[in-house]
């Protein structure tokens, strides 16, 4: 089982999940008062994300062996602990399972349908053309990222609400892709990669600006529907602080430390979940 879940990336099949129920909690706006009937819709779209998630991140391995061979020579396909037509059994197997667990959840908004239609496709898109084409692979993972939350939100009813918290996931994952990018550029040999094309220090600038479009975003929620001074604002505050200060520190140093820096990064986005969870107590 060791070699599938590495496959699979069970760590982030959990941030899909928790970031749909999150999605679902800050919709409603209930803290933790909620519904048998709601928390069975959010389970089932939280499933519906990780499964197509764990399909989009084995089929990257499947077509990603050769560099991996390079880059990540401990993959489960390079191993050979996993074969590879197993492997894309095992991918579609998700797809499907995924598509099937959000069909009740579709039709109390079928707003969750197109989301997740909108996901599968620019999942496999990213998969056989955009991830080679460097920028605009980063680009399309920051869009799966956001579109989790506002798939959460769908299935709570409310999407709008999510928008803030999508694009800020957007950009701080742009950014962190870009990192990624940075760590890579050696063994890149086969993708046009921002760091290739442009080099290091651009790169740096752009994983910067990305940031710094986040943290901007970050206020939004008090302009829109958290009041400063209630119990879910100052929660808020405390935490976007901490998660604003450690994506800063996420870019400190760049073009130095990049695995620490992208290491970073991850932990932001985990301080910046818990602060959107904070706005489900408003």
């Given at each position: 089982?060791?070699?599938?879940?590495?496959?699979l990336?069970?760590?982030?099949?959990?941030?899909?999940?928790?970031?749909?129920?999150?999605?679902?909690?800050?919709?409603?706006?209930?803290?933790?008062?909620?519904?048998?009937?709601?928390?069975?819709?959010?389970?089932?779209?939280?499933?519906?994300?990780?499964?197509?998630?764990?399909?989009?991140?084995?089929?990257?391995?499947v077509?990603?062996?050769?560099?991996?061979?390079?880059?990540?020579?401990?993959r489960p396909?390079?191993?050979?602990?996993?074969?590879?037509?197993?492997?894309?059994?095992?991918?579609?197997?998700?797809?499907?399972a995924?598509?099937?667990?959000?069909v009740?959840?579709?039709?109390?908004?079928?707003l969750?349908?197109?989301?997740?239609?909108v996901?599968?496709?620019?999942l496999l898109?990213?998969?056989?053309?955009?991830?080679?084409r460097g920028f605009?692979?980063?680009?399309?993972?920051?869009?799966?990222?956001?579109l989790?939350?506002?798939?959460?939100g769908?299935?709570?009813?409310?999407?709008?609400?999510?928008v803030?918290?999508?694009?800020?996931?957007?950009?701080?994952?742009?950014?962190?892709?870009?990192?990624?990018?940075?760590?890579?550029?050696?063994?890149?040999?086969?993708r046009?990669?921002?760091?290739?094309?442009?080099?290091?220090r651009?790169s740096?600038?752009?994983?910067?600006?990305?940031?710094?479009?986040?943290?901007?975003l970050?206020?939004?929620?008090?302009?829109?529907?958290?009041?400063?001074?209630?119990?879910?604002?100052?929660?808020?505050?405390?935490?976007?602080?901490?998660?604003?200060?450690?994506?800063l520190?996420?870019?400190?140093?760049?073009?130095?430390?990049?695995?620490?820096?992208q290491?970073?990064?991850?932990?932001?986005?985990?301080?910046?979940?818990?602060?959107?969870?904070a706005?489900?107590?408003?």
């Amino acid at each position: 089982m060791r070699p599938i879940l590495r496959l699979l990336r069970a760590g982030n099949l959990a941030v899909s999940f928790v970031g749909v129920l999150v999605g679902g909690l800050v919709a409603l706006g209930a803290g933790v008062r909620i519904s048998l009937l709601d928390l069975a819709l959010f389970g089932l779209a939280g499933a519906s994300a990780a499964l197509v998630t764990a399909g989009g991140n084995v089929l990257n391995d499947v077509l990603d062996v050769e560099g991996d061979r390079r880059n990540h020579p401990d993959r489960p396909l390079v191993t050979g602990a996993v074969s590879v037509a197993a492997a894309r059994r095992l991918a579609a197997g998700l797809f499907v399972a995924g598509i099937a667990a959000a069909v009740p959840v579709a039709v109390r908004d079928p707003l969750v349908a197109v989301l997740l239609a909108v996901a599968v496709g620019a999942l496999l898109g990213y998969e056989f053309v955009w991830k080679a084409r460097g920028f605009v692979g980063n680009l399309v993972v920051g869009l799966l990222t956001g579109l989790v939350f506002l798939y959460g939100g769908a299935a709570a009813g409310a999407a709008l609400l999510l928008v803030p918290f999508g694009l800020m996931a957007f950009f701080a994952t742009v950014s962190r892709e870009v990192i990624k990018d940075m760590e890579d550029v050696e063994g890149d040999v086969d993708r046009r990669t921002l760091p290739r094309v442009h080099g290091l220090r651009r790169s740096a600038t752009v994983a910067r600006g990305s940031v710094g479009v986040a943290i901007v975003l970050s206020v939004v929620p008090f302009l829109w529907f958290v009041p400063l001074a209630s119990v879910a604002g100052i929660m808020y505050l405390g935490l976007v602080a901490v998660a604003d200060a450690l994506f800063l520190v996420s870019v400190a140093y760049l073009p130095l430390r990049l695995h620490w820096e992208q290491s970073m990064s991850k932990v932001a986005m985990s301080v910046a979940l818990l602060a959107f969870l904070a706005v489900a107590f408003r």
